[in-house]
């Protein structure tokens, strides 16, 4: 059968490129006629147009058949859900028949049938006419429907199935999702244009060739240019594009059959003395890897939802995009040119599941497969090579070394000079102009940005690599809570020519929307092999919400920089194509959170020092924070968006108040009385405190684990430790000045353990908690969290703080949070994470008040501050959910009051959390007060 074949098509025309002509064309998007049959056998006679339909069902294209009720989605990272034994495929194969018919426009004649994707091998009839069949999912297609096409009525016929020959060269970390997923088109549009731009020395030039015999001509009104003919190249005076200034020109191809409207942009890509270069200038990519994705339509992604993707990577500093690991829509690289992003063009190639195998029958090295990797190849370059975006191509991802690879590079190469080629997957180079890796710890990335990197064993290899730039086209894995180290890799970026920047892994969580579970991720429907949890790794959540981890990213990339001496601000221009005439800059200050003065500031185009006006004197704890906006709207940000922002502290308060005890604890009545609280007489714990019923505090050290925890393999030592079921044995409950409580805090079945020794003391309603904690045995792990934990009635639900915010913080996250005075919910302190997991931690914390609807509650003040987290649920419940509708609000508030955590790294994939976030077991001392509201 064909679908076990290693050829990629049949029946095909020449790939060209995505163009917007004025040739017409018919949209055939919309509902078709759909049947789904388990088994690809069935017989096709519902291609003959008189075929009754009327059992079948209706389906939307584009979509994926899997989420419009037939059949249930699969989930798989590495690992290919089927044997491996190319080309052969599964006798159960989901099947899907399309049809539909159209009425043809009197006087229409000729023309192709496009279809712009579809996963992942389709057969195609017009009028019960086979045209052909394509494999190549996320690439476009062509029929000639010319011959078959008839006045009046037509019946095009579809059948896709879902495995095939090339489902092995589909081995994406992503939903396996069948169906006809975008446009299909029939169109009387022929024409392929390949327009030539550069831009060197304040200078454009401009040329184009194409399919059409030296008859086209081409003009750009705005530039002068009129009826340049083939081949000819015109020197312009031109603006340059980048991704920060976006500069397009309308060009137009006049053929004989039709005309041609693109969008030109002049830039040069190149590499001088192995760095990376855009119009002459380093280009650092402030890169995400973006996967097409929606969480109710899957790869079938809308116009809308494209855009708001480019809006919302512009408004958080990203200036580049890798399409992991295909090429997107073509719109997608249509709104990059306009919006500015510098895109790498990915081929829809990954062999993944091979190195479950030792990667023996890799495709990319199976000459049976040549022409299929090849194939892929080609429709890439040609249909998106008009976009001044596309600054390199990628030959694929995680698809091992191999023959075909290089074939690719080589066709790529000729046919394209203009653009560097880039590949992951060999690490010789031996096919790309730059040296790419995935994750590579911080160390690593800086011996390569000194040149000092491990050699290759090939001295010829070694010594070309050495003179290729650096990129990561994946770090920083940001499934769950984090990533950690974010700073620590754009420090190195920046301070090393050679290193051109990354791309995080990865944009969006791909969470399907789930009636019952909110989002489903793999195994939700009951696939026998899938990667649970691995495909909800973004940087915002499946319904598009930033996560911390976005908000993080955005003031790490940030292109202006502020720092602060005696009296002035050094504010610095990261932008590598522009300066600062765009931004307005603003300032405020503020004392306890409370803003006292604000004034603006002018700042020269090329930054600069700022004198800081006189700022007036004030008590307690006062910040400056300083605003770069958007001065102007921009296409993709209004005005008074803010780009960059920096704080610097004007004065600290007095520091913490020295207690003065003005009572000592008394026994009464089967309890212990100590200012505003009661405590239990025999574990020395809060019962009461101003009047309402508490619980703890107690220590704990003990965390929901995030992703990087568990797939880094620390939680389970963690486990293995007994952290999680710590015991509390209580030694010692004293009556002297002050209640003095000794315990010790160990697990089971171990000789290590902490004590703790809880001191409070009384100053008038108020009391202050010391808690010291002093490691017994031989502690090799870090550990999670020290800290406390309390429990407070339910009715307790606004938390206002003084300390970072708004968002969550841990010692290796948290770059976005800055110092004010903050005000949320219990319930909007908690992240959405789609696995639950420890969230919501909110750092250097002065004070907090937890307050009832009616105003009153406890202020809990640190020494200086303390790390706070608020929710309805024990640190038990989050650990044990798997959705976030497992997490049912209990009947208590439980607080944690945390000295420290242990950062949290990206060893969910890639190196954990840097040595100076590591929390060691050791002497450690908290102290708190607590005061009535
Ligand atoms: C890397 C893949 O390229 C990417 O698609 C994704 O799966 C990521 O891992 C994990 O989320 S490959 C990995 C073996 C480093």
Not at 32 to 60: E, N, T
Not at 71 to 78: H, I, K, L, Q, R
Not at 209 to 217: H, Q
Not at 402 to 423: F, K, V
Request: net charge negative; charged share 25%.
């Amino acid at each position: 059968m064909d679908l076990e074949n290693f050829t990629p098509g049949s029946g095909r025309l020449e790939p060209r490129a995505a163009l917007r002509s004025d040739a017409p064309t018919l949209d055939l998007n919309g509902e078709w006629r759909f049947r789904l049959s388990p088994v690809a056998d069935v017989p096709a006679d519902f291609a003959d147009p008189g075929y009754d339909d009327s059992s079948w069902d209706d389906l939307p294209v584009p979509s994926h058949w899997q989420l419009h009720g037939h059949g249930a989605p699969a989930y798989t990272n590495v690992s290919y859900p089927f044997p491996v034994d190319p080309p052969r495929v599964p006798d159960e194969n989901p099947t899907g028949d399309y049809r539909r018919a159209f009425d043809l426009p009197d006087g229409w004649t000729g023309g192709r049938l496009r279809f712009e994707g579809v996963e992942s091998f389709a057969r195609v009839w017009l009028n019960g006419h086979e045209l052909g069949f394509s494999t190549g999912s996320r690439l476009p297609v062509e029929f000639d429907a010319g011959p078959w096409l008839r006045p009046g009525r037509n019946v095009v016929a579809v059948r896709v199935h879902q495995w095939s020959a090339a489902s092995y060269l589909e081995d994406q970390d992503m939903w396996w999702l069948p169906g006809i997923f975008r446009d299909v088109t029939l169109t009387r549009s022929t024409a392929d244009v390949f327009v030539h731009t550069s831009y060197r020395d304040g200078r454009g030039t401009i040329s184009f060739d194409g399919s059409f015999d030296g008859r086209g001509l081409l003009s750009v009104p705005e530039l002068g240019v009129t009826d340049l003919r083939p081949g000819v190249e015109a020197s312009v005076d031109a603006e340059p594009w980048s991704a920060e200034t976006p500069r397009l020109y309308d060009a137009v191809v006049t053929l004989p059959e039709e005309t041609v409207r693109l969008r030109v942009g002049f830039r040069t890509i190149s590499i001088e003395d192995g760095v990376l270069l855009a119009n002459g200038r380093p280009l650092l990519f402030k890169g995400v890897n973006r996967h097409e994705f929606h969480p109710e339509h899957g790869r079938a992604v809308p116009y809308e939802t494209m855009r708001a993707d480019v809006l919302l990577m512009k408004r958080h500093n990203v200036n580049a995009v890798r399409t992991s690991h295909y090429p997107p829509h073509p719109d997608f690289l249509d709104l990059c040119d306009e919006l500015g992003l510098w895109v790498i063009d990915e081929c829809d190639l990954e062999t993944h599941g091979f190195t479950k195998v030792g990667w023996r029958g890799n495709p990319t090295d199976d000459p049976r497969f040549a022409e299929a990797c090849l194939d892929r190849m080609r429709r890439t370059v040609e249909r998106d090579k008009n976009h001044p975006s596309v600054i390199m191509w990628s030959l694929g991802n995680e698809a091992g070394v191999g023959r075909n690879l290089a074939a690719m590079a080589d066709w790529a190469r000729e046919r394209d000079p203009s653009r560097p080629l880039h590949y992951e997957g060999d690490w010789s180079c031996a096919s790309t102009d730059v040296y790419s890796r995935m994750y590579a710890e911080h160390a690593e990335v800086e011996a390569i940005g000194r040149g000092v990197e491990d050699p290759l064993d090939d001295p010829d290899l070694d010594a070309r690599r050495r003179k290729m730039p650096f990129l990561q086209c994946e770090y920083a894995h940001a499934m769950g809570n984090g990533p950690g180290g974010l700073a620590e890799y754009q420090e190195l970026f920046e301070r090393y020519p050679r290193l051109a920047g990354g791309f995080v892994w990865e944009w969006i969580d791909h969470g399907l929307a789930h009636p019952s579970l909110e989002y489903a991720y793999g195994g939700d429907y009951g696939e026998p092999v899938h990667d649970s949890n691995f495909v909800i790794d973004g940087l915002i959540f499946p319904d598009r919400t930033p996560s911390p981890g976005l908000l993080d990213l955005k003031k790490v990339f940030e292109p202006v920089r502020f720092t602060f001496g005696d009296g002035v601000a050094q504010v610095s221009n990261h932008y590598g194509f522009r300066d600062l005439s765009h931004l307005r800059f603003h300032a405020v200050v503020e004392a306890e959170g409370v803003q006292v003065a604000e004034f603006d500031l002018d700042v020269p185009v090329a930054g600069g020092e700022v004198k800081l006006p006189d700022l007036p004197p004030g008590e307690g704890e006062r910040w400056l924070t300083v605003r770069a906006v958007l001065a102007a709207d921009e296409p993709w940000g209004p005005a008074g968006h803010e780009v960059a922002w920096g704080q610097t502290v004007l004065s600290s308060s007095e520091g913490p108040a020295v207690p003065v005890r003005t009572a000592a604890p008394v026994a009464r009545s089967g309890e212990i009385a100590l200012g505003g609280g009661t405590f239990h007489p025999r574990t020395g714990r809060l019962t009461g405190l101003f009047g309402l019923d508490v619980e703890g505090p107690r220590l704990e050290l003990w965390r929901a684990p995030i992703d990087n925890d568990r797939f880094g393999g620390l939680a389970s030592r963690w486990r293995a430790l007994g952290l999680h079921r710590l015991t509390h044995r209580v030694d010692e409950v004293e009556l002297g000045d002050e209640l003095v409580v000794r315990t010790r805090v160990a697990p089971a079945d171990t000789d290590l353990g902490m004590r703790a020794t809880y001191r409070w003391s009384a100053a008038g309603d108020a009391l202050d908690l010391t808690v010291d904690v002093e490691p017994e045995g031989d502690w090799t792990e870090p550990v999670p969290r020290i800290g406390v934990v309390m429990s407070l009635p339910a009715a307790i639900g606004d938390v206002t703080w003084f300390g970072r915010g708004p968002g969550e913080a841990y010692p290796d996250t948290g770059m976005a949070a800055r110092v004010g005075r903050w005000s949320a919910t219990v319930e909007d302190l908690q992240t959405p994470y789609v696995y639950p997991q420890e969230n919501g931690h909110r750092a250097d914390v002065r004070w907090a008040d937890l307050t009832a609807a009616d105003g009153t509650g406890i202020r809990v003040t640190g020494a200086p501050v303390f790390g706070l987290t608020a929710r309805r649920w024990t640190t038990a419940d989050l650990e044990r959910a798997a959705h976030r509708p497992d997490l049912v609000p209990g009947d208590r508030l439980h607080v944690n009051l945390d000295l420290a955590q242990q950062g949290v790294g990206t060893a969910s994939c890639g190196p954990g959390t840097l040595p100076k976030y590591v929390l060691e077991a050791g002497q450690a001392t908290l102290r708190l007060r607590f005061s009535p509201v």
